[in-house]
């Protein structure tokens, strides 16, 4: 790399990493839109919230599919894959001290995808888009709204092969010495998936589009078959974006150790293998696959992705276990969780994601994806139930966490509110837990995902509801809420930290000012090798062995539970 | 931030996985033989149904 390049770069005071500011300006951008698109469907959820529970059902059915919508765009698709690009650009160039090849091409690709998301957004407000997230035909929304998801598509797909690019180019030029960083590697494996997404994503939406204007016939299975190529596997970059994430903060929030490369890198390796395959749980009560197709796809290849969450749910926890041990704090088992930062939102943010996604998302997710057991969870609000404890509980915590350090570190800003930062993660955490169990139940009692109205009011026969419904449905809205006010409170405190925070200054820095997280102040020591570090690896990691053994005893009671259940629908004798 | 890696010897298997390309084709060629053709082969040859 060039000595008037490197001249240009900002080298960050608490880090070291050399910045290309032409990175850093993208990262924002891209940042500063997630949240805009974040803040539109935590919006659409408040009244999506207060239907569903129905002793408000306060939209109408017209408005509520709109929301629906809405929410599911802006949440599963617009604000996190955004939030994804800014994640790339930070792990390569930022983390592998490289340039940007291509700045201009990371602006393209950006107002690709800021028209694509506009033109969408547009579409579903003018109400020529009802069709939900899935858009399955025959329902059909105006041409400008698959053409708006196609720009998207491109503008992603465009980032995506840019950060490849940047890895090849950067390598070459020597930014970095031997291995990738872990947590590039992780965003290498998001950014790999996210090319088998929206391959699929091309190959739906193009045919769509055509049918959308009259030039093509839809195949509705077909449509169902590659549109969860997309759908799903787009939550599968989440995973391995949230996972890059956890490694990031563990190192920075506590000195958290890699407890083996090699085990990490293997994990995320499955999950480029195999994790896309889990698109087949949405086609398990489908007719036009077969049994073979849909076991193959959704257990034993699978378990190999699941393998590979469960891999990263140790050596996470495990790292932080090493990384507060080593920081001195090795009395007992639980020593190093006790005095752990729980006051930094970077870290409650990460524990949260870590349990919440691991304990109610994980479990539930794979025993919902056995083919036998779905057929009672299957588009009932035990879905919804499982993805909100994944997708939000997990990776938009995760993302909501490390922006506690991307704002200082990257806007170089305080955190405003800093107060409010603290609770921030517990709020929303919390929140999202109580309303996933309480869909989980919800769809336990047999009350179906998207509907209306849960109640069947205008059905021609009568259709009885479990009295707990009722219940179960204000817990579900209490908890929807609490989520809904979190994420509001994190969008108040990105906002204005943004547009409105103190800038980070080394005073600041020195003096403790207030809106500076613990890593940020002071970075922990990032020991890789030495005595310490061998000595804490002999010791292991007792305190994380209990945890993964509580877990794997819910996993198997849980698990047991529904065969058990599944059972008394054909009874025998 | 450093790279616990830094100037360090990296093992062969990780050379060999540090190749976004290859790691692309693989990635693509799981998915596409295992989910997509399979599935699409698996519609293409039902039978028509018979309507009574």
Excluded at chain 1, 231 to 240: E, F, K, P
Excluded at chain 1, 249 to 265: D, M, P, W, Y
Excluded at chain 1, 360 to 375: D, K, S
Excluded at chain 2, 23 to 52: C, D, H, K, N, R
């Amino acid at each position: 790399m060039s000595a008037s390049i490197l001249e240009k770069f900002r080298v960050c005071g608490v880090t070291g990493l050399k910045v290309d500011p032409k990175a850093e300006t993208l990262i924002k951008m891209n940042a500063v839109v997630a949240v805009v698109c974040f803040l539109i469907g935590v919006s659409a959820a408040i009244g999506l919230v207060l239907t569903r529970w129905e002793a408000v059902h306060a939209l109408d059915a017209m408005m509520y599919y709109r929301f629906l919508t809405l929410h599911g765009l802006n949440m599963l698709i617009f604000f996190i894959i955004f939030f994804e690009m800014a994640v790339l650009y930070f792990a390569a160039p930022v983390l592998i001290n490289g340039r940007l090849p291509a700045p201009f091409v990371g602006w393209i690709a950006f107002a690709l995808m800021v028209i694509g998301a506009i033109m969408v957004d547009t579409m579903v407000f003018q109400g020529k888009a009802d069709v939900l997230f899935t858009s399955y035909p025959p329902l059909k929304a105006d041409p400008l709204y698959y053409l708006g998801i196609i720009l998207f598509a491109v503008g992603a797909l465009t980032v995506v092969l840019h950060f490849f690019g940047s890895l090849i180019i950067n390598k070459r030029e020597g930014s970095y010495t031997g291995g990738m960083p872990l947590v590039t590697f992780g965003a290498l494996t998001a950014a790999i998936i996210a090319v088998i997404t929206l391959l699929h994503g091309a190959l739906i939406y193009i045919p769509t589009f055509l049918w959308s204007i009259g030039l093509l016939e839809m195949d509705a299975q077909v449509y169902r078959l590659i549109f969860w190529g997309l759908g799903h596997s787009s939550q599968q970059i989440n995973v391995a974006a949230m996972v890059a994430i956890w490694y990031f903060l563990a190192a920075i929030t506590v000195g958290g150790v890699v407890l083996n490369e090699k085990i990490s890198r293997t994990a995320f390796v499955l999950y480029i293998l195999f994790i896309s395959m889990a698109s087949a749980h949405h086609l398990l009560v489908d007719p036009g696959m077969g049994a073979a197709w849909k076991v193959w796809n959704t257990s034993y290849a699978m378990y190999l992705a699941v393998l590979a969450s469960m891999i990263h749910g140790f050596t996470v926890p495990a790292g932080i276990e090493l990384g507060q041990r080593l920081r001195g704090y090795v009395n007992g088992t639980f020593d190093w969780l006790r005095r752990a930062p729980w006051s930094d939102p970077g870290f409650s943010g990460l524990v949260l994601s870590v349990i919440i996604f691991g304990f109610f998302g994980g479990i539930t997710g794979v025993t919902i994806g056995t083919e036998q057991i779905n057929i009672i969870a299957h588009n009932t609000l035990r879905i919804p139930g499982h993805f909100h404890v994944t997708v939000v509980g997990g990776t938009a915590l995760a993302f909501m966490a490390v922006t506690y350090y991307v704002l200082p570190l990257i806007f170089q800003r305080r955190v405003a509110f800093w107060g409010m930062a603290k609770l921030q993660p517990y709020v929303f955490g919390i929140g999202i837990t109580i309303m996933g169990i309480g869909m989980s139940f919800l769809g336990s009692f047999g009350i179906p995902r998207r509907h209306w109205d849960s109640t069947f009011a205008n059905a021609p026969f009568p259709v009885e509801v479990h009295p707990a419904v009722n219940l179960l449905q204000a817990v579900f809205g209490i908890g929807g809420l609490m989520a809904a006010v979190g994420g509001l409170m994190f969008v108040a405190i990105a906002v204005v930290s943004v547009f409105f925070g103190k800038r980070v200054t080394k005073e600041a820095i020195e003096s403790g000012a207030s809106g500076l997280p613990p890593g940020v102040l002071k970075l922990p020591a990032q020991t890789h090798s030495g005595v310490a570090v061998r000595k804490v690896h002999d010791a292991g990691a007792p305190g994380t062995m209990i945890l993964v053994f509580i877990f794997l005893a819910c996993f198997v009671v849980y698990y047991f539970v529904n065969w058990k259940v599944l059972s008394f629908l054909w009874k025998i004798g | 931030m450093t790279n616990p890696q830094d100037n360090q010897k990296v093992p062969w298997g990780q050379q060999l996985f540090e190749r976004p390309l290859l790691l692309l084709g693989l990635g693509l060629l799981v998915m596409f033989v295992f989910y997509t053709i399979w599935g699409l082969i698996e519609i293409f040859s039902l039978p028509q149904a018979t309507l009574p």
